[in-house]
């Protein structure tokens, strides 16, 4: 509903065909990667919603993004690390903006996380002792390290697609003209692919499936991002100019 040119239509037809492969393979690998996986299809779209969209509702969408991303640690732990470049975004907004509205909406945004986690948390407490404890052990609880092994691994795996397909939307989108919401978008995605890349490269256990919850996070909130512009930006893109040649 949101593509409104012949190029978008394509290009959200497209990604349809490709979230509906990726929720048979890799999502078949693990019982937490499907549902997962639609988390972060809503996730993207709020924080699209948020970014590029309309100014109104925002404390409301800030609280529904930071719900759906806690509820995600639920399916998979790591999927704590989906929260990275929305804690870096409020972060660096409160230090330069010093504004009560943003530190209202960093704070909530950290409440409603932890509302989402707290079946987590729970259990952690339950059967390690600690909220903040865990029952993961062996290699999964060694420190970081990175290992050229490991990162060809994912070089030569399916999920280098997709983070590609990510980092280079991201950086196009870094460069659209006249649009901040977009880019701001652009800054919390390629905040939170900085993080999680961080992490899954230094570990030292390799799955198809690790990096696919950071990927499409990654993609979803480009998506809806690039089919929210405002259409007087949207003309100007750079899709757009390439697709009337």
């Not at 012949?6 to 065909?17: K, R």
């Not at 989402?116 to 609880?141: H, K, Q, R, V």
């Not at 390290?145 to 060809?152: D, M, Y």
């Not at 990654?218 to 100007?236: C, I, K, Q, Y």
Request: hydrophobic content about 55%; overall charge positive.
């Amino acid at each position: 509903s949101y593509a409104g040119s012949t190029v978008s239509i394509f290009l959200t037809a497209a990604f349809g065909c490709l979230a509906v492969y990726l929720m048979i393979n890799p999502a078949k690998a693990s019982y937490s990667v499907a549902p997962t996986m639609v988390v972060c299809a809503l996730a993207g779209y709020l924080t699209a919603k948020l970014l590029v969209g309309s100014q109104r509702h925002r404390i409301l969408l800030t609280m529904l993004l930071g719900l759906f991303i806690g509820l995600s640690v639920n399916f998979r732990l790591p999927n704590l690390i989906l929260s990275a470049g929305y804690f870096l975004f409020f972060f660096v907004c409160l230090v330069r903006e010093r504004s009560k509205q943003t530190l209202l909406q960093g704070a909530l945004f950290a409440l409603a996380f932890l509302v989402g986690m707290a079946p987590t948390l729970l259990a952690n407490a339950i059967n390690a002792g600690s909220p903040f404890a865990t029952t993961y052990g062996g290699a999964d609880a060694v420190p970081p390290e990175f290992s050229l092994k490991i990162i060809w691994q994912y070089v030569a795996d399916m999920q280098f697609v997709l983070i590609a397909l990510a980092i280079g939307w991201t950086g196009w989108m870094l460069y659209s003209p006249n649009e901040s919401g977009i880019r701001r978008l652009a800054l919390v995605t390629a905040g939170n692919l900085l993080v999680n890349l961080a992490f899954f490269l230094s570990h030292p256990l390799f799955t198809p499936y690790y990096t696919v919850p950071i990927a499409m996070l990654s993609l979803w909130s480009l998506l809806f991002g690039s089919l929210m512009r405002p259409a007087e930006v949207v003309d100007d893109a750079p899709l757009e100019r390439a697709a009337r040649a």
